[in-house]
Each structure stands twice: as C-alpha cells, then as structure tokens.
C-alpha cells in the first residue's frame, strides 16, 4: 500500500531568525492533536557530523562500515557515509515510509514549492523580511520569528502571508498549518456537533470554532477538563464534539468560556453580538470577529 504524500513546508530564514523555534512549536502542538510530524534539518558546514566524534558508532563508520545502526530503548538512529550531499528527494522518500502527515524542512530554501510544499519565512527584522521574501515566490502560508514582535513588524501591510508573533500566537499559526492538514475538518465537527444537537444552529457553530480555537491552543487534553460556560448551553454542547467528556458548567459571567486544566485556565471572551445570517456565516468568520479575547489565567 502507498502511504499518501505528507504535506511539506520548509521553514526558511537566516541564522538566529527563529526556524528552529517555529519548527518546535509545530511539532509540539500538532503532535499533541493527533498528527505525525517528520521534520528535515540542512546543515551547510562542511565536515560537519550528527554522529558525535569518539562514540562507537561514529568509529565503526570510521571503520568503513556501509551503514550503522544506532538501537536504544526510546531511538533508531541511522549513520550512512555519502560521496555528496543527498537530495532532498531521496531524503523524502526515506521518510515516507514512517506514515507522517507533515514534514517540517528546516532550510533547504532552493527548493521549489507545489501544492505540497509550503513555505513559512523566518525574519529578525522588516529589512531582513524584505530581502528573503525578495528571494522567496509562493506558497508562503506565515510569516514570523522576531519580526513579528517588533515595532516595525506591527506595521507591516500587504505581505504575501500573515506576520504572526508566536509569544502571542492564540494558535494562529498551528491553525493555518492544521487548516492545509485537514481542510474540512471544521465543517466535519460542525456537522458531528449538528446531529448530536438535533439541528444546525448558529451558537452551536460559534462554539465549534470557540472549541477549534482552544484545541490549537492547548491540544487534544487527555484529562477531562472543565468548561466553565455564561454563553447559550449549545455553545457548551460543540465544546462536547471537541473535547470529548468534558463537563460544562454554568457560570453567570456571560460572553465568556473557561476551559479548566489541573495547572492553568484559558479564557475565551466572545466579540459583542453580532446578526449572523446562517450557521455557514458563523463557521467561516475571523476570529477577530467573534472573540473578544483568547488569554490564559493561572
């Protein structure tokens, strides 16, 4: 059987422009929902080794060995001496093999992008961004690293691709990537939320993307959590379809939603009401649009 084609997006920027932080991001809060993640580092130096000198596989490659193998409790590691740098290509297809929904290429900023091949840009400042985006055509799907945070950053206006400052993220940048993963899933778990409500309904589709929201924030949460709810109960009700066991609780704070863990408490203010026309608005509004404010409380 083919494994399908995991969707790839290489991280690019220059040296301290935070890829490696981006990278670790994704893969810790996209693990946590339930996707596979490979992820791909180009190193330029020469000579350089991921195999530290002195350890015994590193003197059996030394030795002349074909391929070592590396076997722990907890890791598989490989150690295969090459003539020349191997193509990405090959490199993907070593990978393939492992059932990943996403690869993560750190580097690698030659490569072309497809449909398939995403890029995420990585930038200290406006005029370190101005200069790689110079470099780089779409499909660039964010933008962030210390750019985001700054000053001028702030200001920025008609970039191919939003500027997103993970410190403040509220999940933005796992919810473009999840979004490319599974592009249906929001209608799938409005519609799971629907029949288990008894009909469509426009609160029920604001609590899916309150629930959406959360879940990029804070993971799958194998604990059951509380959520503490002053908004209609079939807002708590889509909560339910997300987080399957939560309890719902009434609290008289209206507007706001407060998803309990054993260590700290997210909040979600909804924006003032607004006339939604259909369910279908709803579900595909900014977040902008519908919450007031995404923050956590200890």
Same mark, same amino acid.
């Given at each position: 059987m083919?494994n399908?084609?995991?969707?790839?997006i290489?991280?690019?920027g220059r040296?301290?422009?935070?890829?490696?932080?981006?990278?670790?991001?994704l893969?810790?809060?996209?693990?946590?929902?339930?996707?596979?993640?490979?992820?791909?580092?180009?190193?330029?130096r020469?000579?350089?080794?991921f195999?530290?000198?002195g350890?015994?596989?590193?003197?059996?490659?030394?030795a002349?060995?074909?391929?070592?193998?590396?076997?722990?409790p907890r890791?598989?590691?490989?150690?295969?001496?090459?003539?020349?740098e191997t193509?990405?290509?090959?490199?993907f297809q070593?990978?393939?093999s492992?059932?990943?929904?996403?690869?993560?290429v750190?580097?690698?900023?030659?490569?072309?992008?497809t449909?398939?091949?995403?890029?995420?840009l990585?930038?200290?400042?406006?005029?370190?961004?101005?200069?790689?985006?110079?470099l780089?055509?779409?499909?660039?799907?964010?933008?962030?690293?210390p750019?985001?945070?700054s000053?001028?950053?702030?200001?920025l206006?008609?970039?191919?691709?939003?500027?997103i400052?993970?410190?403040?993220?509220?999940?933005?940048l796992?919810?473009?990537?999840?979004?490319?993963?599974?592009?249906?899933?929001?209608?799938?778990?409005?519609?799971?939320?629907?029949?288990?409500?008894g009909?469509?309904?426009?609160?029920?589709?604001?609590?899916i993307?309150?629930a959406?929201? #959360?879940s990029?924030?804070?993971?799958?949460?194998?604990t059951?959590p509380?959520?503490?709810y002053?908004?209609?109960?079939?807002v708590?009700?889509?909560?339910?379809?997300v987080?399957?066991?939560?309890k #719902?609780?009434?609290q008289?704070?209206?507007?706001e939603?407060?998803?309990?863990?054993?260590k700290s408490?997210?909040?979600?203010?909804l924006?003032?009401?607004k006339?939604?026309?259909?369910?279908a608005e709803?579900?595909?509004?900014?977040?902008?649009t519908?919450f007031?404010?995404?923050h956590?409380?200890?």
């Open positions: 083919i399908p084609k995991p969707l790839t290489h991280v690019i040296s301290g422009s935070g890829k490696t932080t981006a990278i670790e991001y893969t810790t809060h996209l693990t946590r929902l339930g996707f596979s993640v490979g992820v791909i580092k180009h190193v330029h020469e000579g350089f080794t195999d530290a000198a350890k015994d596989t590193w003197r059996h490659a030394r002349g060995a074909s391929v070592v193998a590396g076997v722990s890791e598989l590691a490989i150690f295969k001496p090459t003539r020349q193509a990405l290509t090959e490199v070593t990978l393939q492992n059932n990943l929904n996403l690869i993560l750190e580097g690698f900023s030659r490569a072309p992008s449909k398939h091949s995403l890029k995420i990585a930038a200290k400042n406006v005029r370190e961004l101005k200069q790689i985006l110079k780089n055509k779409p499909p660039i799907i964010a933008i962030t690293g750019v985001a945070s000053k001028g950053g702030k200001t206006r008609d970039t191919p691709a939003p500027i400052d993970i410190q403040a993220d509220q999940g933005r796992v919810a473009t990537v999840r979004k490319r993963l599974r592009p249906n899933e929001l209608r799938q778990l409005y519609r799971k939320a629907a029949l288990n409500h009909s469509e309904c426009i609160g029920l589709a604001i609590g993307r309150a959406y929201l #959360a990029n924030i804070l993971g799958r949460l194998e059951k509380k959520l503490r002053g908004t209609k109960r079939c708590a009700e889509a909560f339910t379809t987080f399957p066991g939560i #719902a609780i009434p008289r704070h209206r507007d939603l407060k998803i309990e863990n054993p408490s997210l909040i979600i203010q924006a003032p009401k006339q939604f026309r259909s369910s709803a579900l595909s509004s900014t977040d902008d519908l007031k404010s995404i956590f409380s200890t």
